[in-house]
């Protein structure tokens, strides 16, 4: 009868280590199939990578030899597809933000410019000499990115590089020389090769015209450390300062902290400058599902966004919807009535859910100021007096633009109609009275478009 105690905690000890190791061994193949599905995930991102690139490539390569506009914008708009799904796949890849700057930069500024041709191609008969320039270019460089990944895809699959080291040690990236390299230094090694970039000078966001100047905006302002920058990237996006963290660091004209996180279900890349602690933009990825706001809803969003975020004296100038649904607003800097286009702002949200997809403050930093704007020497009466007749004046205001050369200009500003019901709009010269630029407007249910 004494036994039986003993027994009985005996039996319970040995069921209780049983069923530790139930949940143990559980818990165990719950982490090893995590493991396995975010490695196969990583993978299947990195192929994607490759493909679309290499597909970029190859569509860049066509668009140098053909010369009928109809399949020239048809190409303009593959090689805007491709572009999209490349950023998508780097969206998901686990490495830092660093390691695929030039990447992601080249590629966004490709899928943009050929966004535009793609509606401007055919009206104007064709490619310019500048635009085929540019395009043979681009094509040079896309071919050397679809060298090195297919280079690294190969590695791969012999061995020499694995995924699974990649997605385990991209943040802390060390070991002996026994080891095999990460894909992360290659990448880093390919960054550091990258071909110097045709300028592209258009109408479209990543336009460098307005972006390679000094920084006027953070003049005066001080440096900012890693923790405050996740701060601003956090109140930005409305999120929890633990959803993210600082993954790295860029330099350039404008040196900035990168901080990364997930946010409500997509992965968000925000680049805040080291002086100032000003967001300089922003990077959403995720699968987009199906439209549930109407453009006009989507405008509303973008107001309530640009409320919250605090910045004054925006005015929209136009926006454009993409395919996939995401409408992108530009925004002008509006001093005392007048528009200044230099400050530009550009906030892209997914007509799906209403989540913020993308911000692009670059040209606002870079040319933000308070102006001491002169009198005008040429009145609007004078100026408009210089139009050519068959225009009929739709609106007006006085405007600063940049031109060519980076200066800035003080213009009156007339949009006009033709009796045919085409848009135009005109920049006469303030002070001189000389036109100094003429836009075509484009508008359909995609948004407008200026060229």
Not at 282 to 304: F, K, M
Not at 329 to 350: E, M, T, W
Request: proline share 3%; charged share 25%.
């Amino acid at each position: 009868m004494k036994k039986r105690p003993t027994i009985r905690i005996i039996t319970f000890l040995t069921a209780a280590l049983v069923v530790a190791g139930v949940f143990a061994w559980r818990n165990t193949r719950k982490a090893d199939s995590l493991e396995l599905y975010a490695r196969a995930n990583t993978q299947h991102a990195f192929d994607e990578l490759v493909t679309s690139v290499s597909e970029l490539s190859n569509a860049l390569e066509k668009s140098q030899y053909i010369s009928d506009p109809a399949l020239e914008s048809a190409l303009c708009t593959q090689i805007f597809g491709r572009a999209m799904t490349a950023q998508m796949a780097m969206g998901v890849l686990p490495y830092a933000s660093q390691e695929l700057e030039q990447t992601a930069s080249f590629v966004a500024k490709v899928g943009d410019y050929a966004s535009v041709l793609s509606r401007t191609v055919g009206g104007n008969g064709g490619y310019s000499d500048e635009e085929l320039k540019n395009l043979r270019s681009l094509a040079e460089t896309a071919g050397v990115m679809k060298m090195n990944l297919q280079d690294m895809q190969a590695r791969v699959a012999s061995g020499e590089l694995t995924i699974e080291d990649v997605y385990r040690r991209t943040d802390n990236a060390q070991g002996g020389e026994d080891q095999a390299p990460l894909a992360g230094s290659v990448f880093q090694s390919i960054e550091q090769q990258f071909p110097e970039l045709p300028t592209l000078i258009y109408d479209g966001p990543f336009s460098e015209t307005l972006t390679s100047k000094t920084p006027l905006y953070l003049l005066d302002k001080e440096q900012v450390d890693e923790e405050a920058a996740v701060k601003a990237a956090a109140e930005f996006l409305g999120t929890d300062r633990k959803d993210l963290s600082v993954t790295g660091e860029c330099g350039g004209d404008v040196p900035c902290w990168v901080c990364a996180g997930n946010v409500n279900g997509g992965r968000y890349t925000v680049y805040v400058t080291k002086q100032g602690g000003q967001i300089w933009s922003v990077l959403g990825a995720r699968a987009l599902g199906e439209r549930n706001y109407s453009v006009r809803q989507g405008l509303t969003i973008v107001e309530d966004y640009v409320d919250r975020w605090g910045l004054k004296d925006l005015e929209e100038s136009y926006h454009t919807v993409s395919d996939d649904g995401v409408l992108l607003v530009n925004f002008q800097y509006s001093q005392d009535g007048v528009r200044c286009y230099p400050d530009l702002i550009k906030v892209g949200v997914a007509l799906d859910t209403g989540a913020l997809m993308s911000y692009d403050a670059q040209s606002f930093i870079c040319s933000h100021t308070h102006r001491d704007l002169p009198e005008a020497a040429v009145s609007r009466e004078e100026a408009q007096d210089g139009l050519a007749q068959s225009l009929s004046v739709q609106d007006y205001s006085l405007a600063v633009i940049p031109s060519d050369g980076g200066e800035e200009r003080l213009c009156h500003e007339f949009l006009c109609q033709t009796e045919s019901g085409e848009k135009y709009v005109l920049y006469v010269n303030a002070m001189t009275g000389a036109e100094e630029k003429i836009l075509i407007l484009l508008e359909d249910e995609t948004g407008t478009l200026t060229i």
